[in-house]
């Protein structure tokens, strides 16, 4: 079975695309298969990838049905022998979505787009929007799991519960099983002391801690932070399959 995992917080700034994008990549290094969809009409994780926008098939195009996903998949680099591939977004993802919000059922888009090519991918990881609207509930209605990023703030763990009340209603009106992995701290200052306070509060359910980093080190710190949650907490903990 494909793990779909959705890395979604109703709070904006909570480190949503680099936990999809790191996360997609550790899994990826370690020999797994995986697609990362971004799912964002800012298109911030298909700038990662350091792909034009505008050009090219892209998720909306998915959505709509003038594209096969097959027909979206782009390559992403990875020093294993893995298949790794993101599919772009762009700023249609807009219009696609208010489209899709006139559809009746309109909660099944992404499922039918991704279905053709789940059985290639161990993992597929999909960077939501922050907005609780059309696309965040057909990723919910997809996906098998959730991680929720969070900064050490009341404002995102706001958003956490928010994501957290939505994920059950998405259980209930769908009868859809969504395992809820977890939360991730990103962006954590070395010396907080309300930051401290936040994680013994909230420990329970922390994946792991992400540091706040920046000069010429800081993407090697930053995916050592996350490829220690994928080897310890996601893999050999049993949590993906």
Same mark, same amino acid.
């Given at each position: 079975m494909t793990n779909i995992i959705a890395i979604a917080n109703h709070k904006g700034g909570a480190g949503k695309t680099t936990s999809a994008f790191y996360l997609a990549r550790c899994l990826a290094d370690r020999g797994r298969n995986v697609l990362v969809v971004d799912l964002d009409d800012q298109a911030t994780l298909t700038a990662r990838y350091q792909r034009d926008a505008s050009r090219g098939a892209s998720i909306a195009d998915a959505l709509d049905g003038s594209a096969h996903m097959a027909d979206t998949l782009c390559q992403a680099v990875t020093?294993?022998?893995?298949?790794?591939?993101?599919?772009?977004?762009?700023?249609?993802?807009?219009?696609?979505?208010?489209? @899709?919000? !006139? *559809?009746?059922? &309109?909660?099944?888009?992404?499922?039918r787009a991704l279905r053709p090519v789940l059985r290639s991918y161990h993992d597929v990881v999909l960077d939501c929007p922050p907005s609780a609207g059309i696309i965040m509930i057909n990723a919910l209605a997809v996906a098998t799991h959730i991680i929720i990023p969070v900064t050490a703030s009341e404002e995102s763990y706001s958003g956490r519960l928010r994501m957290e009340i939505m994920v059950e209603e998405i259980r209930g009106l769908l009868d859809h099983e969504i395992?809820?992995?977890?939360?991730?701290?990103? @962006?954590? !200052? *070395?010396?907080? &002391?309300?930051?401290?306070?936040?994680?013994?509060?909230?420990?329970?359910?922390?994946?792991?801690?992400?540091?706040?980093?920046?000069?010429?080190?800081?993407?090697?710190?930053i995916h050592t932070a996350y490829d220690r949650i994928v080897a310890d907490e996601l893999l050999q903990a049993g949590a993906l399959c």
């Open positions: 020093p294993s022998l893995s298949t790794f591939h993101y599919v772009p977004a762009d700023h249609r993802l807009s219009w696609q979505a208010a489209r @899709m919000q !006139a *559809a009746s059922p &309109n909660h099944m888009f992404l499922t395992l809820h992995l977890g939360v991730i701290v990103t @962006m954590r !200052a *070395a010396r907080s &002391n309300s930051q401290a306070r936040w994680e013994a509060q909230h420990g329970a359910s922390v994946l792991g801690v992400v540091p706040h980093a920046v000069g010429a080190d800081a993407d090697e710190r």
